[in-house]
C-alpha cells in the first residue's frame, strides 16, 4: 500500500516552454501533497504544500505564478513549470499524506513520495 | 525554524560490518521524526517514523531510535544492497511538513 506515481519519469523540454508534471496516490486518498525539488547531492527542498480543493501554500522563494500546482481531485497534484529556463533544471519529486490513516501511531503523519520527475531544460 | 543535521556526510562499510548513522534535530513539539532511504534518481523509500523519546523500530538489519535531541539509525551486519542515501527529517507541530537533513551516503563494500 501507500504507492504515489509520478509522469513523466523523465522530460526534456526546450528554454520557454512549459512542462506538466503529474503526481497520482494510487491506493489511497491524499487530502494534501507536497513537492519537492533536488537539486545534485542535495537534500530535498519543499517547494510548496498542495490542498484538494483550494490553493496551493508556497514556501518562501518560489515563484507561484512559475510554479503553478493544482489539487483537483484526492488522488492527483499537478506542477506545471511555465516558461522554464535551464536554471529550473532538477529532480522534481512529490509526496501524499494518507487522508483517512488514524491515529498519531498510524500513517496519518507519514508521507509517502513519488519516484521522481527529471526536468532538463535546453 | 526546524533544522536537521545528519552525520556523517558519508560512510563506506566493510559487508558485514556494522555501524551507526546520527541524526541530530531541533523542532517545537516534535510530530515525528522519519527515516528515508533514496537510491540515485529515485524518491525517497519510507522506512520508519518515531514519535517520543525512547522508541525504537526495526525492519530487517536496520533499527532506528531516538531520543529528545537525535537520532540513530543503526546498521547490523550491512549488505551491499543497503548502499543508499539515508535521509532524516523531522514534522513539527501544527505542520505536516518534513524538514530534511542533507542525508549520510552509505556505502557498503562486498
Known amino acids: 500500500g501507500a504507492v504515489v506515481s509520478q509522469h513523466p519519469s523523465w522530460v526534456i523540454c526546450k528554454s520557454g516552454t512549459s512542462v506538466k508534471i503529474e503526481c497520482r496516490s494510487l491506493?489511497?486518498?491524499?487530502?494534501?501533497m507536497f513537492w519537492y525539488r533536488q537539486f545534485p547531492k542535495q537534500s530535498l527542498m519543499l517547494m510548496a504544500t498542495?490542498?484538494?480543493?483550494?490553493?496551493?501554500?508556497?514556501e518562501q522563494g518560489v515563484e507561484k505564478d512559475k510554479f503553478l500546482i493544482n489539487h483537483a481531485s484526492l488522488t492527483l497534484s499537478t506542477l506545471t513549470v511555465t516558461s522554464a529556463h535551464p536554471e529550473d533544471s532538477s529532480f522534481y519529486i512529490c509526496?501524499?499524506?494518507?487522508?483517512?490513516?488514524?491515529?498519531?501511531?498510524?500513517?496519518?503523519?507519514?508521507?509517502?513520495f513519488g519516484p521522481g520527475t527529471r526536468l532538463t531544460v535546453l | 525554524e526546524d533544522q536537521v543535521t545528519q552525520s556523517p556526510e558519508a560512510l563506506r562499510l566493510q559487508e558485514g560490518e556494522s555501524s551507526s548513522l546520527n541524526c541530530s534535530y531541533t523542532?517545537?513539539?516534535?510530530?515525528?521524526l522519519f527515516w528515508y532511504r533514496q537510491d540515485p534518481g529515485k524518491g525517497p523509500e519510507f522506512l520508519f517514523t518515531?514519535?517520543?523519546a525512547g522508541e525504537e523500530k526495526e525492519k530487517e538489519r536496520l533499527k532506528a531510535t531516538l531520543t529528545k535531541k537525535e537520532s540513530f539509525l543503526h546498521i547490523t551486519a550491512p549488505k551491499p544492497e543497503d548502499s543508499a542515501t539515508y535521509l532524516c527529517?523531522?514534522?513539527?507541530?501544527?505542520?505536516?511538513?518534513?524538514?530534511f537533513g542533507k542525508g549520510t551516503k552509505l556505502s557498503v563494500i562486498p
Open positions: 509526496s501524499a499524506r494518507d487522508a483517512w490513516a488514524s491515529g498519531t501511531s498510524g500513517r496519518r503523519n507519514e508521507q509517502f
Open positions: 491506493d489511497f486518498q491524499a487530502t494534501t
Open positions: 498542495s490542498n484538494e480543493g483550494s490553493k496551493a501554500t508556497y
Open positions: 523542532v517545537s513539539g516534535l510530530r515525528g
Open positions: 518515531l514519535y517520543s
Open positions: 527529517a523531522v514534522s513539527g507541530a501544527g505542520s505536516y511538513q518534513l524538514t
